[in-house]
């Protein structure tokens, strides 16, 4: 293979050699490639789903108790905060023939097999080893759930930053094609969000595998197991294919090179950890201002993502996960309700994302839409409080009626509550996407690199996570079981992120923002010849 310097890096069919000093065939149209690779993103938040709008239930049907459900959920903000930069660090380095990423996807397809199947068959796997099939606690299922909940979030995390990462390498450094990348990322995401909601809304997809249903695994965990099984066919089929398709060049160890942060070629290069606190010590005071407006966002968001179907079953529909078979019932209808209007919340964060630009442009700079954005976060969170209240009323009214405080919601209910999860989808669509272009911008104005400012910002979002994971359960149990106060824990945060943001973050062009997204076209029909356009 041959190397040689073009005036033109970005012209079509050359060799070139990159930062890293790695060879990468430009090719003339990856797009194709791209989006197949970000399809990978459908397969891992299908799992995602069904993990949010199912697995808080059916922790309590195993007989969790409702304040130790929050511990359980630190699995994904803990294996995030490890397992991302530490697998996207050795994923830059590894030298495997099969290539760089490609090997860390494909072991983190089987250990995602590996934990829905044990979070699947917990119940009967806790019955064979001798948990009584009546209500309480089933302590042998609940291990093997944990067990299988842990190595699930850590699977999806090992898969997700390779994926990532290969969507770059494709880009062949070209910040219009990267853009193009993640936006293709973030548009499976809620394909996949879209099919796991729908999946756990349907009552009886248990009948596609209809062996699932056993003594110990009734419906509503048949359900849940049936669509495990979807998943692992989904991520079978998908990472088949993107191995099959899309080739990497083999590192050559010694090609191994490492950020340029003020080291040289001779020197060693330094461990992740070092260039961690290199990354520390070089933020810029914008960047430490959006890392702080980052964690109160999630601050307001993970409350309602740990409890949204909970919330549904318990607290609007009036259920219960055990005792009267009537409440059970209304639990498992307000859960199904619930993700319906997830689907709705999913809708909705699409066609927000498209958009996207027009909202930039017509308020007139990032601070603001992000500040908006967190505001119409703490407005929801605060309307669940009335939600609840008419739910509450209108049942204390039929028990004076009819003498059953048992009864589905009313007509002014139920649009209160999908209206609710379809404006969700507005400050979701700000979330996924502002805060990781103005770390970008914000890094190309210090001597922060990309990946270690983007590593930080994912500190930023998994710490305060897990900061809620800690404190929702203990702060509900205080209310009897109730999800309101971390609700209001989560809306008072967000809103205190909206006016940090309006009021401290520094301006930034929207035209920094919005000029990769109009350069869509030109990237995808000039045969290749993309123009390096910087975010």
């Known amino acids: 293979m041959v190397y040689h310097e073009d005036p033109q890096p970005h012209s079509v069919n050359n060799y070139v050699e990159i930062e890293r000093h790695q060879p990468v065939l430009i090719t003339p149209n990856p797009i194709k490639k791209l989006a197949l690779v970000a399809s990978i993103a459908a397969g891992v938040q299908y799992g995602w789903a069904l993990q949010l709008s199912l697995l808080t239930p059916y922790t ?10 929050s511990f359980v959920w630190l699995c994904g903000p803990i294996s995030g905060l490890v397992f991302q930069p530490t697998v996207g660090h050795y994923s830059d380095r590894c030298t495997s023939r099969f290539g760089r990423r490609r090997p860390f996807i494909v072991a983190g397809a089987f250990l995602l097999s590996l934990g829905v199947l044990l979070i699947g068959y917990a119940a009967d796997i806790g019955r064979a080893l001798g948990d009584s099939l009546h209500y309480g606690t089933k302590p042998r299922a609940v291990a093997c759930f944990v067990l299988g909940f842990w190595i699930f979030d850590i699977a999806n995390n090992i898969i997700q930053s390779p994926c990532r990462a290969l969507l770059a390498d494709l880009a062949e450094g070209n910040d219009t094609i990267v853009t193009i990348g993640n936006a293709l990322f973030a548009f499976f995401m809620a394909v996949g969000n879209m099919l796991g909601y729908a999946a756990g809304a349907y009552m009886h997809i248990y009948q596609i595998f209809p062996f699932t249903k056993t003594e110990a695994c009734d419906i509503y965990c048949a359900n849940l197991k049936t669509c495990f099984f979807i998943s692992i066919i989904l991520v079978a089929v998908i990472i088949t294919s993107v191995c099959a398709t899309v080739k990497e060049e083999r590192l050559d160890p010694s090609d191994l090179m490492k950020d340029k942060q003020g080291f040289s070629r001779e020197e060693e290069a330094p461990s992740f950890f070092t260039q961690l606190a290199i990354a520390i010590r070089s933020v810029s005071r914008p960047m430490k ?12 968001w993970f409350p309602f993502i740990l409890y949204d179907t ?5 607290e609007v529909f009036g259920g219960s996960t055990s005792g009267d078979p009537l409440k059970v019932k209304l639990y498992d209808k307000g859960v199904r309700e619930g993700s319906l209007g997830l689907m709705l919340y999913v809708v909705m964060l699409g066609i927000v994302s498209l958009f996207m630009e027009p909202f930039l442009r017509f308020l007139g700079s990032a601070r603001r839409v992000w500040g908006i954005g967190n505001l119409i976060l703490a407005f929801c969170m605060g ?11 209108a049942r204390d009214a039929a028990l004076i009626e009819t003498g059953s405080s048992l009864i589905t919601p009313s007509l002014k209910v139920k649009v209160s509550y999908f209206a609710l999860f379809t404006a969700l989808g507005i400050p979701q669509a700000v979330t996924y996407s502002i805060p990781f272009a103005l770390a ?13 400012a983007l590593g930080l910002l994912n500190l930023a979002i998994v710490i305060p996570q897990m900061l809620v994971a800690l404190i929702s359960g203990p702060l509900d149990s205080l209310f009897g079981g109730s999800n309101l106060p971390a609700f209001t824990l989560g809306g008072v945060s967000a809103a205190l992120g909206g006016i940090l943001a309006l009021k401290m973050l520094p301006e930034i062009d929207t035209q920094s923002l919005t000029h990769t997204t109009t350069s869509v076209h030109n990237a995808t029909s000039n045969n290749g010849n993309y123009s390096n356009n910087k975010i």
């Open 60 to 69: 309590q049907l195993l007989g969790v108790k409702h304040v130790w459900v």
């Open 289 to 300: 201002i959006l890392y702080v407006i980052t964690g109160l966002t999630w601050v307001g």
């Open 310 to 314: 909970d919330w549904m079953g318990k």
């Open 383 to 393: 309307s669940t409080l009335f939600i609840t209240k008419m739910a509450e009323n």
């Open 440 to 452: 970008s911008i914000y890094c190309n104005q210090s001597d922060t690199g990309q990946g270690l």
